[in-house]
């Protein structure tokens, strides 16, 4: 055996193994190698395993000097491309205003969708280059990035273009969503709005190819339940993957509807019932949660532990946004949901691993196996559960990408 490239000393090397997602008592299942190393062969894996069980030969070899390798986190949710801040709004909030005060002065989402639609698609650009390279310094190699804060067609389309753009600016594979946010403000313009979506908007995206998956907000303030059954049934006629943000306040059928319909991913549930809990088992469909919210907002925390015993795949994402969740680290995501949603170690790194990459239908990432990319962290200690424990500094001292190490990592741009 011949690789380009060999990783030595290598104190943990730590994976889940197996395709598809990982369930219930299945997401502590970590494999872990001491003193291993990994081979490159191009940008994949091609062996892994005990140091003193390799016979190959190699172009080259890096030795690590004793730190663990996990494979890169994969980021499933973020609405990373935005303009404006919310930062008047989070002033007022944490000063005593409530939420309807904030819309009254002029903040809130509509704010943001406001400044998304008025800026260039150049400015659009150039203010969400720094949010994908904090993710990336996080230890993402993969980051989903949402539309939503276009409302109009036009709009929408300009959003998916920069993520688009953003690829040309970042080693980081970036997945595209196409994400159906709020509903106009006139009751009576829903319908119509609705028809503009599956008529114009849903059948361009997949056209140009600007996006891989339709996502849906359903919530009482939101879209009701028959208007995201429309729009997703729409998006799957298109060949594009659905997935949807549902039960973060209330429950109005967005999880049964999304699991019937066989989403990739179920997103928020901090509403979730205990009733709820085992419509994921044995199911495609993945528990995205969200802890960030959770921390910025003071709302409760989603359910995790609960889910995960209940036999649940659980992912874990950002939720990247200036409104909600301000979380610029998926290693960061990762730790809180061992603190606020109840998640081991080991389940927190399977649910920011592999499955994070089944909610985003991807198969060839998120595990340290051969023949898929090589996507893996070198932590800065030689223990992977630093990766979780650490808060407020980063615990990821190199980010591997397709078999190449993302170059000045530690320069803040
Ligand atoms: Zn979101």
Not at 85 to 99: E, I, K, P, V
Not at 117 to 125: D, F, R
Not at 225 to 248: D, F, M, N, P, V
Not at 405 to 410: K, S, W
Request: with cysteine; charged share 20%.
């Amino acid at each position: 055996m011949t690789a380009d490239l060999l990783i030595t000393g290598i104190s943990q090397l730590v994976t889940a193994r197996g395709r598809g997602p990982k369930h219930g008592i299945a997401m502590r299942d970590l494999h872990i190698t001491g003193d291993a190393i990994v081979a490159i062969q191009r940008s994949k894996i091609l062996w892994t395993g005990d140091s003193k069980a390799w016979s190959g030969t190699a172009s080259q070899t890096i030795d690590l000097g004793g730190r663990a390798v996990v494979p890169a986190l994969i980021d499933p949710h973020t609405h990373a491309v935005w303009a404006g801040d919310r930062l008047a709004d989070f002033d007022a909030r944490t000063s005593g205003a409530n939420y309807e005060d904030i819309l009254r002065a002029g903040g809130g989402i509509r704010s943001t969708i406001a400044a998304t639609v008025n800026a260039s698609p150049e400015s659009l650009i150039d203010q969400a280059t720094p949010r994908i390279e904090a993710i990336v310094r996080s230890g993402a190699a993969t980051i989903e990035v949402k539309s939503g804060y276009g409302f109009e067609t036009a709009a929408e389309l300009r959003m998916l273009e920069a993520v688009a753009e953003l690829r040309q600016r970042t080693p980081a594979r970036l997945l595209a969503t196409l994400l159906i946010h709020i509903p106009p403000t006139q009751p009576e313009a829903r319908s119509a709005y609705i028809v503009e979506v599956c008529e114009s908007l849903i059948p361009e995206v997949a056209r140009r190819q600007l996006a891989s998956a339709v996502d849906i907000f359903v919530e009482q303030e939101a879209f009701h339940t028959h208007e995201a059954a429309t729009i997703l049934h729409c998006a799957q006629q298109h060949g594009l993957g659905i997935k949807l943000h549902s039960e973060q306040f209330q429950r109005i059928g967005g999880l049964e509807l999304g699991i019937g319909m066989g989403a990739l991913s179920v997103d928020h549930l901090e509403a979730c019932a205990p009733a709820q809990l085992s419509l994921f088992v044995n199911r495609g469909t993945v528990a995205t949660i969200l802890p960030g919210v959770s921390l910025h907002l003071g709302i409760p925390a989603a359910p995790g532990r609960n889910l995960i015993d209940a036999g649940a795949a659980v992912a874990v994402g950002t939720d990247l946004n200036p409104g909600s969740s301000p979380l610029f680290s998926t290693a960061a995501a990762l730790a809180l949901a061992v603190r606020l949603n109840g998640l081991t170690a080991a389940e927190a790194l399977i649910a920011g691993t592999v499955n994070a990459a089944c909610a985003l239908d991807l198969h060839d990432t998120g595990r340290l196996e051969p023949g898929l990319r090589a996507d893996f962290l070198v932590l800065q200690s030689p223990d992977w559960r630093d990766l979780v424990y650490t808060l407020g500094a980063n615990p990821v001292a190199e980010v591997w990408i397709a078999g190449n190490r993302v170059p000045n990592l530690t320069e803040p741009s």
